[in-house]
């Protein structure tokens, strides 16, 4: 039931000729499905409408041939057959009564045009921070006014697909921001100059887009204010005023701060909320409601900003990919049952690297129109009465049994060795900087709670033998992976000699430590493992080295936009980095090994952590399955393995494995995914 | 006419049931297009046919769920959409009498995974050198029987969507060498130990394959022999033993050396031909045609090549992509005409990283169906007798007047201030490893000397008013670019201090040289120029440093496979690499700046040579479009900007440039690109 003290997150909002339902409002944000997977992204975006968000974008929408993103995807509206395809999305958002936006959108001298080989251009002639060697030339009046009738024609396209709410795209420096901005704005004409020259460009553009659609749909536009330096170059002052310029033509102002690293900051680097300092300013300038973000999880605190009138709507994009159905919770008042983000960008990660976005902490975000799964709706077994027996309690494990247990089996025992569920997530969630990826345990351990056919044992070993004699009649065997310590590394053939036996994350986690002052972290595996071993021993008043095969530190950062801040971070923790080093051997003295470029190397360490690779602890799998008598005897009928004792990968990949197979369980062969539907533009 | 000396080259060749019509052989390359964009891919191959390639193949097809290689573009052939999506394919390389191919494919321990979500595998586990986190299971019996039917349903696939050669693709790395392997396979059952069980897994597919469509198909496959190292640890005798078990069930050998970046090896690095070295030795171990390519495109090597017996067919995915008429021409006896690869690995770049190929040497490649472009072939114009004058013979010039000459244009002067034509590349290919890039320029000067409609006049500078007076009715700008002299750099707001009227490229390649021995070179550019002046200053003696503001030195480089062949060529040259340092200011002493990190950086240089970014020359342009009535009083419609002069890019878009404002100039604003065709899947 709701909590009265949450009601106000419900209240209707009028934006301009549009009622949204409530205040949850999901912003703009890439997923990697565009206009070109129709049916995928109005599953996506479908299922938030349905769990009660309000309002419900898509990704950006470039308008014209020389805003062209590929090989990026974004939601296209060029044509019949895009707007063929959107109306999927607004009409799956429609279904559950909520509103659908779209982002028109240039990004002027940060469009890529790779792809169509258009030459990029900007307000004023400028080189590009981007590496492909490109110059943007100046823009013509006549490529003013083209853009301007560009983004009439994204409106209309956007309303006749059936979106209630269009934006004229201005922030994350694109091309509105670039006319804003005297660095990247020198023209000479009525388009330059001072901040009404500057403005000038955009005010067109939106009064444009409202006499075109204005009467149909509400006019959004996404802005940045940011009181340090601005983007681009626009101070906050300047951009106050450009909103209250634009106030009679807007009907909602969405705002952001900073670049995107910072706009979309991970919880490693930026609490919830950090964003707050300068978007509230925007009430100064303007009555019309506003949007902000700040990965938002508590009811509490989005009604105190509610109330404090910063905010009219709470923005979300990885909180509403975490857990679509969030506003229903708090409507329902079901507040533990909220599966909140982990600010870790594993979605952005795999939306721009990947092009299929997905999510640490919910399996089935984008995965609801390929594999049919809903987040809240599990098919329930046909045959409930086997009992299942899961061995190992981390992130596969804990998922495959609470999705069992929801789907209906009657006896689900999760048994973990450890005296704590988790899995490698005990250890990593105490890494420094790393505590809220505990969310993934502790959201599963809340809903394992409330099962009460899931019975969690822990403490508990089992050998082969205790497995045949449990009396179970499946076995899912999770128990996880290891670091390796013996010196192997991925893509080498010789192992490094002497240095088997070294210590490995696992074993610097529970409380062993280097001999020695001076230690070297040896990272193979690039992303966030090493960093916070060595950041740790750091910390402790250890000389850290961290030496990496990878040509930068941690190159998974970078997709999922913390690598600058990983480093910097590194840095000023006084650990070391030598990039482009392959170790060798360990010595007495040290390591040595060779350069990129194949000299010689050493350093002197006196104590060595390996962070190569891992290895799956997969020996209660092997012996089970080797012998298939004594499972018939046992009347074990199958045994599966999943997570990182398969094959160990990233933490969302484990978890979504344990979903996987438990989603699946009752189909022929399980332990093979079952085949995906695909989606095809219209 | 035919060459008598190369007849031998034109001989039909029987592989299996089919016979290829000649030796010239497209091997399978990506293109970005796979199964995707269908019209696009057999326009793109169609063409090749038409040239007199003989055999024709498209990109990798990859075999299983598990092998999912999004978002890498590939010929997928999972099912009948795909059937029917290839089909245009085969059926545009039948219509011009050639065999087209398709390439079956798992990557296993290679595979990327990310979007489909399954875990790899390999024949035995293995962590993967590639930065995923992720260790590969082991593939079971039923995994390895499961592969090789799916290596039949793609078979059978491929023969009904009509392709006359079927792969079971094993080189480059990929499962079947992973399992030759005792590197990566270390079974210990019937599939791994001696040779014949390493070899059993290919075998096995290969004799199904062929049992399931060897009676309509030739039966290929494409292995990697290597004397120094081999690939994956696979010596060359064991690859010759694999040749001779699998000879039986092998219609067509198609023969790779190295890794990638050693098999496409670009022209600065490696000369043509030099795997030939291993991959002749194939003939020891098979008498069934082999293939083999070397980035050959002189037909007298060619036919010494075949006349030796180590190759049958000459093998081509660059050249054929440079120039799909290459065989034709050589028929003719149009020797000249042959538009010859520069080996720029351009074409991998675009196809890689922008999923859309394209080549720095041939601007129709890759548009073939979305703007129905044929690289030989131009309409006429329907209004021959307008004059028209070109202003710079660059690449974007000499294309232009190029393609003006062949659309009927009877009077186009291409009017160059320097002495000799050629832009940029004049000094370009004076850089060490740079020369081959000059048949850009040679090509077009061969051309436009068999157009007697085209006049070349060199060492004229004309002003704004030299240009009316001219009598031309059509004005193209195509004045280039320079590099910026004044310190001012992508993406920063402020300029180098003091750094203004520093040494750009230009004045380094016309003769100027720094003022004392240490010199830094500041390249914020990233692609091939900031090397090249650092390479040649250095053996030249001075002691060069190459700072860099990326975080590695030259990152486009790694797109064209060049990367770490080319920081390895500086360092074992001499030169200092500073990546990932900003430059702020330029003293009597030398340069300071900052590192990533914000910490201060100084480096003692007596001279600085500045590669940050390129200007348009455009003050003629300028000049001329300001006054519209001297225009109309001289007779000039219309004032057309292409190239650098509007947008500083690669010479890959300048060549582009030219040749779309070529094609396009009789339609009524040709200065915008006509809008292109999309393609769209079955």
Redesign the interface.
């Known amino acids: 039931m709701l909590d009265p003290r949450h009601a106000i997150l419900f209240e209707p909002v009028p934006i301009g000729p549009k009622i949204l339902p409530n205040r949850f409002y999901q912003v703009p944000h890439a997923s990697g499905f565009g206009s070109s997977q129709p049916r995928t992204q109005a599953a996506f975006r479908g299922i938030k409408a349905e769990g009660g968000w309000g309002g419900v974008c898509v990704e950006y929408s470039p308008v014209s041939?020389d805003a062209d993103e590929?090989?990026h995807v974004a939601a296209y509206i060029?044509?019949d057959?895009d707007v063929a395809a959107l109306r999927y999305t607004a009409e799956a958002i429609h279904a559950h009564g909520a509103l659908a936006g779209l982002e028109l959108y240039h990004g002027g001298n940060s469009s890529k045009n790779?792809?169509?080989?258009?030459?990029?251009?900007a307000p004023s002639?400028?080189?590009?921070?981007i590496?492909?060697?490109?110059?943007?030339?100046e823009m013509t009046t006549d490529d003013i006014r083209?853009v301007q009738s560009d983004f009439v024609a994204g409106a209309r396209r956007a309303r006749d697909a059936g979106f209630d709410i269009v934006y004229v795209y201005g922030a994350h420096g694109y091309l509105l921001t670039q006319f804003l901005s005297t660095?990247t704005n020198r023209r000479t004409d009525g388009y330059g100059g001072g901040l009404a020259g500057r403005a000038r460009f955009a005010l067109e553009a939106l009064e444009q887009v409202r006499e075109a659609i204005g009467d149909d749909c509400a006019v959004a536009t996404r802005i940045c204010v940011d009181g340090r330096r601005g983007v681009k170059?626009v101070r906050i002052e300047d951009m106050l005023e450009f909103v209250r310029m634009a106030d009679p033509l807007v009907d909602l102002f969405d705002v952001t701060v900073g670049s995107w690293p910072e706009d979309s900051g991970t919880s490693r680097y930026y609490p919830e909320g950090h964003q707050l300092t300068w978007t509230r300013r925007v009430r100064e300038a303007t009555r019309k409601p506003i949007v902000g973000v700040g990965r938002y999880t508590n009811p509490d605190q989005m009604a105190a900003l509610i109330r404090s009138g910063d905010f009219d709507l709470i923005g979300a994009a990885r909180p509403a990919i975490a857990d679509p159905f969030l506003p229903r919770k708090i409507a329902e008042g079901r507040l533990g049952d909220i599966r909140e983000c982990t600010g870790a960008n594993v979605c952005i990660l795999?939306e721009e690297?990947?092009?299929?976005i997905?999510c640490i902490q919910n399996p089935t975000a984008g995965e609801e129109f390929r594999r049919g799964w809903h987040p809240e709706r599990f098919d329930q077994t046909s045959d409930p009465d086997r009992t299942v027996l899961i061995v190992g309690a981390g992130p596969a494990g804990m998922e495959a049994a609470m999705v069992l247990g929801k789907r209906g089996f009657a006896a689900v025992h999760l048994v973990e060795a450890e005296d704590e569920i988790g899995g490698r997530l005990r250890w990593t969630r105490r890494l420094p900087t790393l505590g809220d990826w505990g969310r993934i345990v502790d959201w599963r351990r809340t809903q394992l709670d409330q099962l009460p056919s899931v019975e969690i044992i822990t403490g508990r070993t089992l050998s082969d033998r205790d497995v045949l004699d449990y009396g179970a009649s499946i076995v899912i065997v999770a128990t996880g992976?290891r670091w390796?310590d013996d010196g192997?590394?991925?893509?080498r053939?010789r192992a490094i000699d002497n240095a088997s036996g070294s210590l490995t994350p696992e074993r610097v986690m529970t409380g062993e430590r280097p001999r020695g002052q001076r230690v070297a972290v040896y990272d193979?595996?690039?992303?966030f493992v090493a960093p916070g071993i060595a950041e740790l021993l750091a910390a402790e008043g250890y000389d850290v080295h961290l030496v990496t095969s990878?040509?930068?530190v941690s190159?998974?950062s970078d997709g999922t936009l913390e690598g600058?801040m990983l480093?910097?971070h590194l840095?000023?923790s006084g650990v070391v980095m030598h990039p482009g080093i392959t170790v060798l051997a360990r010595s007495a003295d040290g390591i040595t090994g060779e350069t990129?470029?194949?000299?010689p190397w050493t350093l002197e360490v006196e104590d060595l952590v390996l962070v190569?690779?891992?290895?799956?602890v997969d020996e209660l799998h092997r012996s089970l399955t080797q012998d298939a008598d004594a499972l018939r005897t046992a009347g074990v009928d199958a045994v599966h393995l999943i997570g990182d004792a398969?094959?160990?990968?990233?933490i969302s990949?484990a978890v979504?494995?344990g979903h996987?197979l438990a989603r699946e369980l009752d189909l022929p062969d399980p332990s093979?995914?079952a085949?995906?539907l695909?989606d095809?533009?219209v």
């Open positions: 041939a590929e090989p060029r044509d057959r790779v792809s169509s080989r258009h030459p990029r251009m002639q400028s080189a590009a921070a590496s492909w060697g490109s110059t943007a030339r083209r660095w170059g795999k690297d990947f092009r299929h997905g992976s390796s192997s590394q991925p893509g053939l193979c595996d690039g992303y990878h040509p930068v190159p998974m600058p480093r910097q840095h000023d990129e470029y194949g000299d190569t690779h891992q290895v799956p398969q094959s160990p990968r990233w990949e979504f494995d996987r093979f995914p085949p995906v695909r095809q533009p």
